[in-house]
C-alpha cells in the first residue's frame, strides 16, 4: 500500500482535496494512504512516505522538505489541480513519481 503525504501551510485547505484524491484512488482501485499535514510536521509525518505532494502556497519550501525527507519524491501539487480540486489529476501526478 503506497503513502501519499500532501503539505501545505496549516494542512486545512489540503485535507479537501485528499478526500477528491481518495474518491479518485478508490475509482481507480488504486490502493493508497493519503493523508495531509501542515509543513511543520514534515519530518515526522512524511519522511517514510512514498512520495510528498507540496500545496501551491508552500512551493517555496520544497528545498527544506527534501532536506527532512531525504529520497523520497517531492513535487508542487499543478495550481490548476488544486483550484478545481481535481483529486483524479493529482492522483495520476503521485502515481507518476512513486513509478506506479
Same mark, same amino acid.
Given at each position: !500500500?503506497? &503513502?501519499?503525504?500532501?503539505?501545505?501551510?496549516?494542512?486545512?485547505?489540503? =485535507?479537501?482535496? /485528499?478526500?477528491?484524491?481518495?474518491?479518485?484512488?478508490?475509482?481507480?482501485?488504486?490502493e493508497c494512504t493519503i493523508a495531509a499535514f501542515p509543513m511543520s510536521e514534515a519530518k515526522d509525518k512524511a519522511s517514510d512516505a512514498d512520495c510528498i505532494l507540496l500545496g501551491? +502556497?508552500?512551493?517555496? %519550501? &520544497?528545498?527544506?522538505?527534501?532536506? +527532512?525527507?531525504?529520497? /523520497?519524491?517531492? $513535487?508542487? /501539487? $499543478?495550481? &490548476?489541480?488544486?483550484?478545481? !480540486? $481535481?483529486?483524479? =489529476? /493529482?492522483?495520476?501526478? %503521485?502515481? &507518476?513519481?512513486?513509478? $506506479?
Amino acid at each position: !500500500m503506497r &503513502k501519499i503525504i500532501l503539505l501545505c501551510s496549516a494542512g486545512m485547505s489540503t =485535507s479537501m482535496l /485528499v478526500k477528491k484524491m481518495q474518491e479518485a484512488a478508490a475509482a481507480d482501485n488504486y490502493e493508497c494512504t493519503i493523508a495531509a499535514f501542515p509543513m511543520s510536521e514534515a519530518k515526522d509525518k512524511a519522511s517514510d512516505a512514498d512520495c510528498i505532494l507540496l500545496g501551491p +502556497q508552500v512551493r517555496f %519550501a &520544497k528545498a527544506k522538505v527534501s532536506e +527532512q525527507c531525504p529520497g /523520497v519524491p517531492i $513535487d508542487v /501539487v $499543478d495550481m &490548476k489541480f488544486y483550484g478545481r !480540486m $481535481d483529486g483524479k =489529476s /493529482v492522483i495520476e501526478m %503521485a502515481k &507518476k513519481m512513486i513509478g $506506479d
